[in-house]
C-alpha cells in the first residue's frame, strides 16, 4: 500500500498559490499514458505536465505534494446522478450529493431531471444549476427531460433547456414507449446536435417485473422479465437513429445480446455510445441471495454471463462510459419485500473503487478503465474536463489504488446508505479531490 501524499509548504500559501504534485503514477486517459508523472497547478487550471516523478528545482512560493506514486488522474466525470431536490431532499440534496462526490473522487456530475416538478423546461435547468454554483464544491451539470413530465407523450421545452444548460435528454428511467414520440424527439434534437439517453426496455414485456427472467427468478418467486426486452427496444432505438441521423446514449446496457445489437448498430455508422453501470459490471442475479434490497435494481441484475460481456465490452470499447446510477433511497423504501422495494443503489462514493476492482483483477488495463469515466464522457457531453494537459481545468483524484478498505455504508456522506457494496473489501482509497484547482476532499490522516 502507498504511503498517503506528503505535502510540503515553503511558506503560507494564498489563494491561486500554485500547487505541484511530484512523484506520482499518472494515468493520462486522453494520451493514453500511464507512467510516472508530475502536474503543476495555478489559477484553477493545469499549468505544466511532465511524464517525469519530479520537476527539478522549484519556486518557494510553489506548494509541494508529493504523491509518493499513488495514482493521479483527471477527476471522474459521472453522467447519471440523481438527487431528491427539489421535491425529495430527503433523499439526497444537491449538497449531499456534491460532497459524496467530492469523497469519491468524482469532480463533475450530471444531475437526472426525474425531480419533483421534473426538469422539463428552462427554469428548472436555471434553478439546479444556480443551485449547484452556490455550493462551489465539484462541477454540476444538468440533463433535461425529454417528454413533458417525464410522461413519454409531448415534447419537452428541448430547445430552451439546451439554451439554458441542459447537456442531453432523457427520461431516465422511463421508457419512450410511442415511435412516434421518440422519433420526433430524436428529430428535434438533431437540429440542435443535442444528445438523447434512452433506456433500453420493452415496456410491456418489461411491466411489473423485479428481478431478470430465467430460473433464478423463478425459484426465488420474483417476476422477471426477459433480457430480449432489452434487445427489442434497443433495436427500434437504433433504427429511429439511423434515419433521423441524432446522437443516441444507450443508457445502462447490461447483456450479451443487446451488445450483439450495439455492435451491428455501431459498424452501420449510426451515432451511438452506450454506458453501463459500475452496478451491473460488479454484480450479478445470485447476489440478490435471500431477498437483499441493496440489490433491487431498475434494470435488474443479470446472469454472470452477462456480467462477463459486459466486462468484455468495457475492455473492448465497445461500450465508453461507465457511470454510478448513483439513486438514493431511504431505509424506509428499502426495508420492504423485494418486490415492493424502491429499485436503485448510491454509487458515487464507491464508483471508482468498484472499478478499480476491474483492474486488480487483470480484466481491463488502468488507463482504459479510467478513461469510461474521464475523457470519453467529457467528449461525449463537450466538457472541459476529463484531461491532462495544460489549460485544462484542474480536476483532479489522487489515488491509493492498494489500499484496502471494507465499506461500511452507514459511514457514507451521501444522505443514503442503499449501497449494494455494503461490507465488501475493496481496494483503491481517494486521497485527494481537487475541482477548478480547490481541493474539495482529502483523506483523514
Given at each position: 500500500m502507498a504511503p498517503k501524499p506528503r505535502t510540503m509548504t515553503a511558506r503560507s500559501g494564498a489563494n491561486g498559490q500554485a500547487i505541484a504534485f511530484i512523484n506520482a503514477r499518472m494515468v493520462d486517459p486522453e494520451g493514453r499514458y500511464d507512467g510516472p508523472g508530475s502536474?503543476?497547478?495555478?489559477?484553477?487550471?493545469?499549468?505544466?505536465?511532465?511524464?517525469?516523478?519530479?520537476?527539478?528545482?522549484?519556486?518557494?512560493?510553489?506548494?509541494?505534494?508529493?504523491?509518493?506514486?499513488?495514482?493521479?488522474?483527471?477527476g471522474l466525470i459521472d453522467i447519471r446522478v440523481k438527487?431528491?431536490?427539489?421535491?425529495?431532499?430527503?433523499?439526497?440534496?444537491?449538497?449531499?450529493?456534491?460532497?459524496?462526490?467530492?469523497?469519491?473522487?468524482?469532480?463533475?456530475?450530471?444531475?437526472?431531471?426525474?425531480?419533483?416538478?421534473?426538469?422539463?423546461?428552462?427554469?428548472?435547468?436555471?434553478?439546479?444549476?444556480?443551485?449547484a454554483r452556490d455550493i462551489e464544491l465539484v462541477h454540476v451539470y444538468c440533463a433535461g427531460a425529454a417528454t413533458q413530465s417525464l410522461g413519454g407523450e409531448r415534447m419537452a421545452e428541448i430547445g430552451l433547456m439546451l439554451e439554458a444548460g441542459a447537456r442531453y435528454l432523457t427520461d431516465v428511467d422511463r421508457v419512450i414507449a410511442d415511435s412516434k414520440v421518440m422519433q420526433r424527439v430524436l428529430t428535434y434534437a438533431k437540429g440542435f446536435g443535442a444528445l438523447v439517453a434512452h433506456r433500453p426496455a420493452d415496456p410491456?414485456?418489461?411491466?411489473?417485473?423485479?428481478?431478470?427472467?430465467?430460473?433464478?427468478?423463478?425459484?426465488?418467486?420474483?417476476?422477471?422479465?426477459?433480457?430480449?426486452?432489452?434487445?427489442?427496444?434497443?433495436?427500434?432505438?437504433?433504427?429511429?437513429?439511423?434515419?433521423?441521423?441524432?446522437?443516441?446514449?444507450?443508457?445502462?446496457i447490461t447483456c450479451a445480446d443487446a451488445l450483439e445489437s450495439l455492435e451491428r448498430g455501431?459498424?452501420?455508422?449510426?451515432?451511438?455510445?452506450?454506458?453501463?453501470?459500475?452496478?451491473?459490471?460488479?454484480?450479478?442475479?445470485?447476489?440478490?441471495g435471500d431477498y437483499r434490497t441493496f440489490y433491487r435494481l431498475d434494470p435488474p441484475l443479470r446472469c454472470e454471463d452477462d456480467r462477463q460481456a459486459l466486462i468484455d465490452a468495457i475492455s473492448s470499447g465497445l461500450v465508453e462510459v461507465v457511470t454510478s446510477a448513483h439513486a438514493p433511497a431511504p431505509a424506509e423504501d428499502k426495508r420492504l419485500p423485494f418486490a415492493e422495494a424502491v429499485p436503485g443503489?448510491?454509487?458515487?462514493?464507491?464508483?471508482?473503487?468498484?472499478?478499480?476492482?476491474l483492474h486488480h483483477e487483470d480484466r481491463v488495463a488502468l488507463v482504459d478503465l479510467m478513461r469510461t469515466v474521464t475523457y470519453a464522457p467529457a467528449t461525449l457531453l463537450g466538457l472541459p474536463g476529463g484531461r491532462l494537459s495544460p489549460g485544462a481545468p484542474a480536476d483532479l483524484v489522487l489515488c491509493d489504488l492498494d489500499a484496502p478498505f471494507?465499506?461500511?455504508?452507514?459511514?457514507?456522506?451521501?444522505?443514503?446508505?442503499?449501497?449494494?457494496?455494503?461490507?465488501?473489501?475493496?481496494?483503491?482509497?481517494?486521497?485527494?479531490?481537487?475541482?477548478?484547482?480547490?481541493i474539495v476532499h482529502q483523506a483523514e490522516e
Amino acid at each position: 500500500m502507498a504511503p498517503k501524499p506528503r505535502t510540503m509548504t515553503a511558506r503560507s500559501g494564498a489563494n491561486g498559490q500554485a500547487i505541484a504534485f511530484i512523484n506520482a503514477r499518472m494515468v493520462d486517459p486522453e494520451g493514453r499514458y500511464d507512467g510516472p508523472g508530475s502536474v503543476v497547478v495555478q489559477g484553477g487550471v493545469i499549468a505544466d505536465v511532465v511524464r517525469k516523478p519530479g520537476l527539478g528545482e522549484l519556486s518557494a512560493d510553489i506548494r509541494v505534494i508529493d504523491c509518493n506514486g499513488a495514482m493521479l488522474a483527471p477527476g471522474l466525470i459521472d453522467i447519471r446522478v440523481k438527487t431528491g431536490e427539489p421535491g425529495a431532499e430527503q433523499k439526497e440534496t444537491l449538497k449531499s450529493a456534491c460532497r459524496a462526490a467530492a469523497a469519491g473522487g468524482v469532480t463533475s456530475i450530471v444531475i437526472q431531471p426525474d425531480t419533483d416538478p421534473a426538469v422539463d423546461d428552462p427554469a428548472t435547468v436555471d434553478f439546479i444549476l444556480r443551485r449547484a454554483r452556490d455550493i462551489e464544491l465539484v462541477h454540476v451539470y444538468c440533463a433535461g427531460a425529454a417528454t413533458q413530465s417525464l410522461g413519454g407523450e409531448r415534447m419537452a421545452e428541448i430547445g430552451l433547456m439546451l439554451e439554458a444548460g441542459a447537456r442531453y435528454l432523457t427520461d431516465v428511467d422511463r421508457v419512450i414507449a410511442d415511435s412516434k414520440v421518440m422519433q420526433r424527439v430524436l428529430t428535434y434534437a438533431k437540429g440542435f446536435g443535442a444528445l438523447v439517453a434512452h433506456r433500453p426496455a420493452d415496456p410491456y414485456l418489461s411491466a411489473g417485473t423485479v428481478a431478470t427472467g430465467g430460473e433464478f427468478a423463478s425459484r426465488m418467486g420474483l417476476a422477471g422479465a426477459p433480457v430480449v426486452a432489452e434487445r427489442i427496444m434497443l433495436e427500434r432505438d437504433l433504427a429511429l437513429a439511423e434515419i433521423t441521423g441524432a446522437r443516441l446514449l444507450v443508457d445502462q446496457i447490461t447483456c450479451a445480446d443487446a451488445l450483439e445489437s450495439l455492435e451491428r448498430g455501431k459498424k452501420k455508422g449510426v451515432q451511438v455510445t452506450a454506458s453501463a453501470s459500475i452496478n451491473h459490471l460488479s454484480f450479478n442475479e445470485l447476489d440478490i441471495g435471500d431477498y437483499r434490497t441493496f440489490y433491487r435494481l431498475d434494470p435488474p441484475l443479470r446472469c454472470e454471463d452477462d456480467r462477463q460481456a459486459l466486462i468484455d465490452a468495457i475492455s473492448s470499447g465497445l461500450v465508453e462510459v461507465v457511470t454510478s446510477a448513483h439513486a438514493p433511497a431511504p431505509a424506509e423504501d428499502k426495508r420492504l419485500p423485494f418486490a415492493e422495494a424502491v429499485p436503485g443503489a448510491v454509487g458515487l462514493e464507491t464508483l471508482l473503487a468498484g472499478l478499480l476492482s476491474l483492474h486488480h483483477e487483470d480484466r481491463v488495463a488502468l488507463v482504459d478503465l479510467m478513461r469510461t469515466v474521464t475523457y470519453a464522457p467529457a467528449t461525449l457531453l463537450g466538457l472541459p474536463g476529463g484531461r491532462l494537459s495544460p489549460g485544462a481545468p484542474a480536476d483532479l483524484v489522487l489515488c491509493d489504488l492498494d489500499a484496502p478498505f471494507a465499506l461500511d455504508a452507514d459511514k457514507l456522506i451521501s444522505k443514503s446508505k442503499n449501497s449494494p457494496f455494503d461490507g465488501r473489501r475493496l481496494q483503491g482509497q481517494v486521497l485527494l479531490t481537487m475541482a477548478g484547482g480547490r481541493i474539495v476532499h482529502q483523506a483523514e490522516e
